[in-house]
């Protein structure tokens, strides 16, 4: 626990209202099952996590991740593990601090690796495009973020359907967060290397998004990262992110 | 899992929206923390859980609970386990299987006992009197019930306020539906004592409620309980209680 219990006693406590008005309401409802998403390529047995952040039409910047990740099923948000925290700090470096939404390619956790059959499913792919119209149509999106290339496949394919083709907005198509421990399997030398590289492709995302933020939450003066994460750089998950009542250490801990 | 994963297949998914219109945005937002729970007698740390069922003014019936299990803390939502399909089977014996809304009388879950300096605090009465004021004014009650003695007592003092003396309403405060296992400690001769004794109890709940409801959910003939309970006296937790995405097994089983 990083604040104390005594720290819970005089704040009020911000959640996330949830899905309780359309069109999310109804892509809360009607989801893909079993049928779209094969159990022997995705951790089906946990029910679908669908967002995290605001659906309330303030969202500026819209984030695609990948899948969520196994401790996520009790908190029911997406990105609010290790992954979250840096995105969290990303987004801060251009000063937004709540006006995003978060999405994820696939709705339920991965095993191992995708097939091309499953991620090219089309009900799963038009679903997909269901919510990512719902954000754009609703709310005053100026830039997009992709982790990882199958997120930066997902924003592909949806640019190419005449919603996406009539929307313009700037694009960072970006390292994963936690793709260098992925890609260092335990290896501390190689761990530290591939986060300088991937802080090295933020920084170029950085420089590429943060002029075209015109309503950023605060305005802020752009600090690229350095070779590795230093102290602020990665941020924890608001309160207002999460369901109501949820204790702070479940939103600073992975799994 | 009682239902396979492919029953998940074609079925719609309902959920509780939960708390994003007032007054129950305030009531989840702002709420009593360890300076009226002390975490020697409650369960701080796993944070409130508020509630289950209607918030949208249909409901009928109020049933007042003890405390959250600790399971219920991963499915946010009160009375989701044994005692919740017991108590979800006896308002099916009067025709209410949506109309209703639960509410505990703590937030947290209860250490062993709690003292009469805990239960008596002014603020962790006045909070609780907040949540029956606005399921009194915002829906049309038929009928309370009440889980024990605490709950007895909770709703009593509620009865004492102006907004209470000016409601009229069947109640019925009945045994609570897991004092049998709590009473018996393992016996198995006592436990079935206990069951037989508390569906009496409960017997006499139904035959005093059953005639005040006047708009039930589905008209249907008062059947009671037996000795023992039958199939069908206990009835799952529906979907539309509970947050958005969760798996059918994650409100089928305890613990």
Redesign the interface.
């Known amino acids: 626990m990083h604040r104390s219990?005594?720290g819970?006693?005089e704040m009020?406590?911000?959640?996330d209202?949830?899905?309780?008005?359309e069109p999310f309401?109804t892509l809360?409802?009607?989801?893909p099952?079993?049928?779209v998403y094969p159990?022997t390529r995705f951790r089906?047995?946990?029910?679908?996590?669908?967002h995290r952040g605001r659906l309330d039409g303030s969202a500026r910047v819209v984030v695609i991740g990948q899948d969520p990740a196994q401790h996520e099923t009790?908190v029911?948000r997406i990105l609010v593990g290790e992954a979250g925290r840096r995105l969290q700090g990303f987004l801060a470096k251009f000063g937004i601090t709540r006006s995003y939404v978060l999405l994820n390619t696939f709705l339920y956790s991965v095993y191992g690796s995708v097939t091309v059959a499953a991620r090219k499913h089309p009900a799963l792919i038009a679903y997909r495009h269901r919510w990512l119209d719902a954000l754009f149509a609703g709310q005053q999106i100026e830039a997009v973020v992709t982790l990882g290339t199958l997120a930066a496949e997902a924003w592909q394919l949806w640019k190419e359907t005449p919603q996406g083709q009539a929307t313009t907005v700037a694009v960072a198509s970006i390292t994963h967060p936690t793709q260098p421990e992925s890609a260092s399997k335990g290896n501390k030398t190689k761990l530290a290397a591939a986060i300088t590289a991937m802080l090295q492709n933020w920084n170029a995302g950085l420089q590429h998004l943060a002029p075209a933020l015109q309503h950023p939450d605060r305005v802020t003066a752009l600090v690229l990262y350095g070779e590795a994460f230093q102290d602020g750089d990665r941020l924890p998950i608001p309160a207002q992110d999460l369901?109501?009542?949820?204790?702070t250490?479940?939103h600073e801990q992975d799994g």
């Open positions: 219990i005594a819970d006693r009020t406590h911000p959640f209202p949830g899905y309780g008005h309401q809360c409802t009607d989801y099952g079993v049928d159990p089906v047995e946990w029910g679908p996590i669908f009790i029911r369901p109501a009542g949820l204790p250490w479940m």
